[in-house]
């Protein structure tokens, strides 16, 4: 028998490898073995048993060892790891890399320990041989990456060990490989000679009875800890008591305790209203019931669409199903976890991507066993190993955060409708501004439509004013441009004035996006990126936000030596300023990913601005989406229209969805709302139709034009992009790719290939290709054709499926 074994790594298929006699009972798909690769033990997941090996059976290796006797993963997250490696081109081991926390398929490297004969062989070796036996023997014990880090080379290093190995120098001891839960501690439980003679009249030592007492009453196995605790004893009156056969003394495993990361439920509202009472009959009758059904949740902004799901969710646990809810930020995640804890307690579990992968493995050891009824999070919650699931939700559904940039480059709102079809359960897609692409499903009916036109609580829509800017009066110092026109002002000064709060939303970060020369012309770019540096005041540094790179703000040109530096434009620093200056009183926040690097951070921010701490949160689009607050009345957006010059074609769709989920934070209180938004395009499609909330009415104009220009959803898109240190590598490798297409692919429309809009990112040059095509089956196999071609060395290629952007 054989086995296909995929380790976390970006190999092409799965390896091959001779499953021992001994162990055949034991190998299955989905569980955890230990196999040689690369001249060392790896830890890796069966994929699949065969009879017959594919590849000449004496290049085949044996499996070491197998870790678990049951599967790892639910057989439904196989077939979908399986699924996204083929549709979106990426190797399976970088899919179950994505899927599986990193300590559960990481080998620890083994440790080097002084051997029998160490000492001896002192006096016997002499030159590097000494020096690494010498070191060795200090320490007692070290692990090669230590070794390497202390300067040793590798390939020598291998050689010297090899040979005090063989002389009985040196051992190499495999540690254990790392478990989902926490570290392995001692622990006690009652002996059954204690158990058959109790009580146990032999014990006379007061403290030894005190023990034996405390373990009868518990009745199970206790943490050695946890005795010693509650018996005030020493750890010696345990050791006479095993001593004796009272007590047996064993090894368990400490469950890891991760934060609880939530802030504070509001109350749920008493009733429904008639939309949502129809929104949860219409799902809940499909609960359990074995069939695949996908469903649009489509609501204003405050219609009470998290209600729905909510109440959907109770009841899955009520037919002892689990529910997955997705959110694409996890900005978006605190609130939410604090609404399903209150329903449902400490059976909830959070995933994102910025906890410790030790406690990332915790919950997902948890939600394996079956402890929780509800998993929560971001794109990697979509791998949550529920057993049980009977229900999925993808909340804001039109998010391009669902979308990974990184290989796998997987979409997790259409994988969860894949998720769905595997296990035959409810599928739900939430959102006030659906993607197009998910308008034309329910178009079509592949997307049952369930609508909530109104907003609950009798509440009505904010108020939206659109502030043509080309009108108004420059500011001074700022170039001909304006941050508040006079109306934000005036409505900014009466919010604050009658103790309400206002959110501002700007969507870059930093004081400005660019610091340029006005003797020259010349702006602060990024050495390894064709794009401007963006000005950090609060960290007095030049930012690159795409490779990181930082440098200090000079004080003149590099390149002419003027003086005359300008910060142009605005970010979430100047704006905040700005309002500490024209309301010296006001108490001002701002929600930004450098105020918010960690979860705690985050956390801090929102809960501070929901108790009322701030007055004004300034924020990028971590502000739009998905929260509630009462006391906010006044939305105020400082530049609308700055991702319509972005060279996207969904530049206009994102623009509406931004404007729109930011207008809805306005007046889902007692108070109503009023909402600014500031451009200097007011008459565009989407600044107007996001002024009136007229979703259909942008669908309309946006359909139109993708349908005339053959965009998603009238097509299907894949990008192509090759990246190497030379331009010239790069375009020769796209345009060699694109002439095989040009005569091979039928059915395919080509554009490009081209410089990518942003040419060098990183310190590569970008060439892309788009390829279009009517139909799956024709892209499919265009993507494998490309996918194949040859590399020359040095280019890297990047595919991305159905990508959200093309930047």
Known sequence: MYAHVVFPLALPSPLTYAVPSQLEGLVQRGVRVRAPLRGRLRIGLVVGLVAEAEVATDRVLPLGDVLEGEPLLPLHLFELMEFAAAYYAAPLGVVARAAVPAPLLTAPPPLLVVGPRAVEMLGQVGGEELRLLQRLVAVRRISVPRLWAEGWNRSQLGVLLEQLVSRQAVRVVERPVGT????????????????????????????????????????????????????????????????????????????????????????????????????????????????????????????????????????????????????????????????????????????????????????????????????????????????????????????????????????????????????????????????????????????????????????????????????????????????????????????????????????????????????????????????????????????????????????????????????????????????????????VGILDRDTARSPLRLLTTLESFATGGMDVLVGTQMVAKGHHFPRVTLIGVVAADNLLGFPDFRGAERTFQLLTQVAGRAGRGEAPGRVVFQSYHPDHHAVSCAARHDVAGFAKVELAYRQAFRYPPFARLALIRWEAAQEAAARGAGERAAAQLDSAATGVRLVGPSLAPIARLRGKWRVQLLLFAARRPELRQAVEEVAAMPLPRGVHRVIDVDPQSTV
């Open 180 to 587: 989902a839960g926490g570290r392995v501690v001692p622990a006690l439980a009652l002996s059954e000679a204690a158990t058959r003679a109790w009580p146990v009249a032999a014990v006379k030592g007061p403290a030894q009875r005190r023990v034996l007492e405390w373990l009868h009453q518990e009745g199970r196995v206790v943490l050695e800890s946890e005795a010693l605790a509650a018996c005030h004893c020493s750890r010696s009156v345990i050791t006479a008591l095993a001593a004796a056969g009272w007590v047996r003394r064993l090894q368990q495993e400490r469950p890891r305790q991760v934060p609880r990361w939530e802030m504070a439920a509001l109350d749920p509202p008493a009733a429904l209203s008639a939309s949502q009472r129809a929104a949860v009959a219409a799902v809940e009758a499909r609960l359990g019931g074995g069939r695949f059904c996908a469903s649009l949740l489509f609501g204003v902004t405050g219609s009470g669409k998290t209600e729905v799901y909510l109440r959907l969710a109770v009841a899955a646990r009520e037919r002892g199903l689990e529910t997955l809810v997705l959110v694409p930020e996890i900005a978006l995640t605190p609130a939410l976890a604090g609404q399903l804890s209150a329903r449902f307690g400490e059976r909830v579990a959070v995933v994102h991507s910025a906890m410790p992968e030790g406690d990332r493995a915790a919950i997902f050891d948890r939600v394996r066993r079956g402890g929780v009824d509800v998993v929560v999070g971001p794109r990697s919650a979509l791998w949550a190993p529920l057993g049980r699931l009977g229900l999925v939700v993808v909340d804001e559904e039109h998010d391009p955060s669902y979308k990974q940039g990184e290989e796998p480059r997987y979409n997790a709102r259409d994988l969860a409708l894949v998720l769905g079809q595997i296990c035959k359960v409810p599928v739900v897609l939430a959102s006030a501004t659906p993607s197009m692409e998910a308008l034309r499903l329910g178009r079509s009916g592949r997307l049952e439509v369930l609508q909530l036109p109104e907003r609950v609580g009798g509440g009505t829509l904010p108020q939206v004013e659109v502030v043509d800017l080309s009108r108004e009066r420059p500011e001074k110092g700022e170039h001909g441009r304006v941050i508040f026109s006079e109306r934000l002002q005036e409505l900014l000064a009466e919010t604050v004035g009658r103790r309400q709060q206002a959110i501002l939303l700007v969507n870059r970060r930093g004081w400005a996006p660019v610091l340029l020369c006005r003797m020259c012309g010349q702006h602060a770019a990024c050495p390894h990126c064709s794009i401007p540096m963006t000005v950090h005041r609060r960290q007095r540094s030049l930012q690159c936000h795409y490779c990181g790179h930082q440098t200090a703000i000079p004080t003149s040109c590099p390149r002419c030596n003027g003086e005359v530096l300008d910060d142009v434009g605005v970010g979430t620093e100047k704006v905040a300023e700005k309002v500490a200056h024209l309301l010296p009183q006001v108490r």
